[in-house]
């Protein structure tokens, strides 16, 4: 497959699953035998499923947006925003009713139009401080 059908598939997971909920668009683009090194995600077509619920039961109007999008072969790269109101269980805490907006960084490996690798660095601790779930660390000697 070309780079330019791995950015549009690459989109199209990002547009249509993440941000729609469609869970379906796993199955079209996402290898069942996946590699996933995102700490806490599952591999696979049904790590992706699962991922898409966990983020939309989290968080009512949850979006998630590409940036910035590069590909080389079959790597693609992209700087992703991700946004929502915290309206369910996120981590284990209680919903917050807060809003948030953080960068996702994501590298996906194709092969024949599937996803069969996925590396993704959430901005969890902005989350985190930005839910009132955790504060801001404080510069050392700052007091």
Do not use: C, Y
């Not at 996933?36 to 790590?47: L, V």
């Not at 109101?85 to 953080?102: L, Q």
């Not at 996702?104 to 690798?117: H, M, P, S, T, W």
């Not at 590396?119 to 601790?125: F, I, R």
């Amino acid at each position: 497959m070309s780079t330019e059908s791995n950015i549009a598939a690459f989109r199209k997971l990002i547009e249509v699953g993440f941000t729609k909920g469609d869970l379906s668009v796993a199955d079209e683009l996402v290898s069942p035998d996946a590699l996933e090194h995102q700490r806490g995600s599952k591999p696979g077509i049904e790590g992706v499923k699962a991922t898409i619920a966990i983020l939309h039961e989290g968080f009512s109007d949850f979006e998630l947006t590409v940036i910035k999008i590069a590909a080389d072969g079959d790597t693609v790269w992209a700087l992703n925003r991700a946004r929502g109101v915290n309206t369910g269980s996120v981590m284990g805490f209680p919903p917050t009713g807060k809003s948030f907006e953080i960068d996702v960084f994501d590298v996906a490996r194709f092969e024949d139009g599937k996803i069969v690798e996925h590396w993704g660095v959430p901005d969890q601790l902005g989350l985190l401080i930005q839910l009132g779930l955790m504060q801001r660390p404080q510069p050392v000697g700052a007091r």
